[in-house]
């Protein structure tokens, strides 16, 4: 179901108050609301009812988030996020209280504020939770307090029950499944070398590695600083356009298993070979990363940089901003398209699913508090008489086209085919959800084959499977035993 929210809002602005994050500069929080005329208006025509004010738990209090980012607060008058917490906030009295952390240190700080005894509520759902946080004692089962057998979580339960649970338990608040990395491009620049517009190959269904790599090859000039790809994004990507992840899950049995004798790895592996072998991708140093002037889409409206794979959050946000990296975004320069297929596949396009989704965190004060917000943000998705004041924005606000609006219906549409058809994966290196031994040798897997060789990279999938083959499928054993242990004997597996 696509997502739905409100775009006819009649906001008021109540107050403007200082948030101060753990360690970070005092920051303006413009607090928005609905007015409550128009919030009753709302619910009532609804066909999905939240509960009443005065019976539901978790009501007249504070949640607190723990994340690198507040998806919350208002910090601009001309932004209004999360319809969901309106409701939370106006309906029911509630508060969302941010306690900041990093991106690199975001597991870290969950894991010292529950051994400190001072959990955080909840979290944002990322895949790297399940199964390992849940070994680890970090997060806890969200069974008490979310009834996934009722019509306000409707579609939600299957994906929750094949992908997030463990012993008879769920461990994730799936809102609503998205997608991930996408290929943004600069149609100026496409046009200029006299390619084809990716958009136009995709809707003749001609969008295949075979005329991804082509235009890369025809691009490329190192000699004029010009690459065709940049970022780290491209490898998984193209490895998870195949359909198939390089770690299994059995949504039967709840177990993992290795993919790496699968052939479509081994073309897809091809293609990254010989992305790797030919330098078509912007010069990274020893065995890390570099992006071309530190920036995502660096070199794009230059002519720089041909294509950077990565999720739509890149191409989201001020207009200037954007425009200044990837091209004109007003007059129409940036497009994205879904991440090539296999010429030589089932004629699929594939992109991986993302849960947007919570966690309760292990022994917090108000888990009931966290089960009401993702209630009132799944009601905003599934509420037919709104529409998505994401959309809206995008479109007025950020200046997303028409034909950029339709892709992100497709591309939501491809990663939304069903259970048994989607790509989902638990993280892709040592924070992954599969533990650090199996994550360790994912970034063989993964980097080996994307890496170019001046990082130690271009190896062969033949090559990459001789080496560590057997040193992976022990780690994923290992994984399996870890869950067979938990849910036979109850008790939280040491991390491994």
Wanted: charged share 20%; proline share 5%; aromatic share 14%.
């Amino acid at each position: 179901m696509k997502i739905k929210r409100i775009m006819s809002l009649v906001l008021v602005v109540l107050m403007i108050v200082a948030l101060v994050g753990c360690g970070a500069k005092k920051r303006e929080v413009i607090e928005l609301t609905l007015s409550t005329e128009d919030a009753e208006k709302i619910l009532a025509a609804a066909g999905i009812m939240l509960p009443d004010p005065s019976e539901a738990a978790g009501a007249n209090s504070t949640i607190q988030w723990l994340a690198h980012y507040d998806s919350f607060h208002n910090y601009r008058e001309d932004e209004v996020v999360n319809t969901g917490f309106f409701t939370f906030k106006e309906r029911y009295n509630c508060e969302i209280e941010w306690v900041e952390t990093t991106w690199g240190e975001r597991f870290n700080d969950l894991a010292n504020l529950v051994l400190g005894g001072t959990p955080p509520d909840f979290m944002p759902g990322e895949t790297s939770f399940f199964p390992e946080k849940v070994l680890q004692g970090l997060i806890q089962a969200v069974d008490p307090y979310i009834d996934y057998s009722s019509p306000i979580w409707e579609g939600m339960k299957e994906y929750a029950d094949a992908y997030f649970s463990l012993g008879g338990n769920t461990y994730m608040i799936i809102t609503d499944m998205s997608f991930g990395t996408i290929v943004p491009y600069n149609r100026r620049v496409i046009d200029e070398f006299g390619f084809d517009d990716p958009a136009e190959l995709f809707a003749n269904d001609e969008w295949t590695w075979d005329q991804f790599y082509e235009m890369c090859l025809e691009f490329n000039d190192p000699d004029a600083d010009r690459y065709a790809l940049d970022g780290w994004y491209f490898a998984r990507a193209i490895m998870q356009s195949t359909g198939v992840p390089i770690v299994g899950f059995d949504t039967e049995t709840g177990r993992f298993y290795s993919n790496a004798d699968d052939p479509r790895l081994e073309r897809a592996a091809d293609v990254l070979y010989n992305i790797s072998r030919n330098d078509l991708v912007y010069p990274w140093y020893d065995y890390g990363w570099s992006l071309r002037n530190g920036t995502d889409g660096g070199g794009m409206k230059e002519g720089l940089c041909l294509f950077q794979p990565i999720g739509t959050w890149s191409i989201t946000g001020p207009v200037e901003t954007v425009s200044a990296v990837w091209g004109d975004i007003a007059g129409g320069e940036v497009m994205f398209v879904p991440v090539p297929r296999d010429p030589n596949g089932d004629g699929k396009y594939y992109l991986t699913s993302s849960p947007s989704s919570y966690v309760i965190i292990k022994d917090c004060k108000n888990p009931e508090g966290v089960a009401l917000f993702a209630s009132c943000e799944r009601f905003k998705i599934l509420d037919p008489t709104v529409v998505s004041i994401d959309r809206y924005q995008l479109e007025h606000t950020y200046m997303w086209s028409q034909e950029m609006l339709d892709m992100y219906d497709t591309c939501y549409e491809i990663a939304n085919t069903g259970i048994g058809n989607l790509i989902v994966t638990y993280g892709e290196d040592n924070t992954a959800g599969y533990g650090t031994q199996v994550g360790d040798m994912l970034r063989y897997f993964n980097d080996d084959i994307g890496h170019p060789p001046s990082a130690g990279g271009a190896s062969t999938w033949a090559q990459t499977k001789e080496a560590h083959s057997d040193a992976f499928a022990a780690a994923i054993d290992d994984l399996n035993a870890r869950l067979d242990d938990f849910e036979a004997n109850g008790f939280v597996a040491e991390a491994q």
